[in-house]
């Protein structure tokens, strides 16, 4: 079992950048494909980006691309979210996921555990 914890989420101005991090508890966090999903108020929790289950590709939706990356440190048990040239409908709760199931990295119901979130808001 893991533990998720979110930071880094704040009130930012459009085109700015905020740095999300997720730390994990537990030794085998390598062994997890990680993935950040996001919530905005009255929509569902959407895929963001994440990484393969091998760990060898990472994947985005199609808004954020070019603007958000996503890496991870074994070493520090973390997994981050760059997020650059904010805009206000990336405004959400952000959560990061971990899954040990393979399929589509994009559907939420394969992630096992999940961070309580942190909110990430842009203004214009």
């Known amino acids: 079992q893991v533990q998720l914890v979110e930071s880094g989420g704040g009130l930012v101005q459009a085109g700015g950048s905020l740095r999300l991090s997720c730390a994990a508890s537990g030794r085998t966090f390598s062994r997890y494909a990680m993935g950040w999903f996001r919530q905005a108020p009255g929509k569902e929790r959407e895929f963001v980006a994440g990484?393969?289950?091998?760990?060898?590709?990472?994947y985005y939706v199609d808004s954020v691309k070019g603007r958000f990356t996503i890496s991870r440190d074994n070493a520090k048990n973390t997994v981050y979210l760059q997020m650059n040239n904010l805009r206000p409908e990336d405004t959400a709760v952000y959560y990061c996921a971990a899954r040990t199931k393979r399929g589509n990295v994009y559907d939420r119901n394969l992630y096992d555990y999940w961070g309580q979130g942190t909110q990430v808001t842009v203004s214009s």
């Open positions: 990484f393969s289950w091998s760990g060898d590709s990472q």
